[in-house]
C-alpha cells in the first residue's frame, strides 16, 4: 500500500477509536486536492495546509498526522514538545532527495521516531529490484520540485547508477 492510503487509514483508525485527529500537509503541495488528502484509489481526507512544522501547535488533537512531511520547514522540537504531552504523531515522507541526500527534516524525524516503516516500490526501470531511489527527469534548482509520475520514477540503485552515467536514456 502507498504511504498516503497508510495516513489515511489510520487517521481513520484513530477517529473510530474515539480520538479527535488532525491531519497536515505541505502548503506547496497541491498536486491533487487543496485542502484534502487524496489517495490514488481516490480515498480522501481534510487536511489543514501549514508551511512550518511549528504551526501544529495552534491546533489542539490527540493524534496528529502529516504527509508529504519532507517539504516542512522548522524544526522538530513542536513535535516532541507535543509528544512529550501525550500526543501521538503518524508522518510520511520522502526519506531521499534524487541527489540520496536526507530530504529537509526527515533525518531528524527517523532519529526520534518509535516505529520506522520504510516502503519502496519495484523500479520502473528493470521491475525487478526495490527502488529505493527517485530518479528525476528534468534538470531541477534545490532540492524542492514538486511533482508526480510524470517528473519522478523509483528506481533501484544499479538503474539510478545507469541512468546517472548515461547507460540508459529515459
Ligand atoms: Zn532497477
Known sequence: MEKLGKIIDEANRQKIAGKKIKVFKPIIDNRFSENS???????KIA???IENIEEIKSYDADVYLID??????????????LESKGKKFYIAGLNLTTEKKPFGKMGDILCCA???????SICEICKGENAIY??????KTGDVL???????????????NRLLNGEIKL
Open 37 to 43: 488528502l487524496v489517495d490514488r484509489n481516490g480515498q
Open 47 to 49: 487536511a489543514i495546509n
Open 68 to 81: 508529504e512531511f519532507q517539504f516542512l520547514k522548522g524544526d522538530i522540537k513542536a513535535i516532541q514538545d
Open 114 to 120: 518509535d516505529n520506522v516503516q520504510m516502503m519502496t
Open 134 to 139: 527517485s530518479y528525476c527527469k528534468i534538470q
Open 146 to 160: 514538486v511533482g508526480g509520475d510524470d517528473i519522478y520514477i523509483p528506481v533501484c540503485s544499479n538503474c539510478y
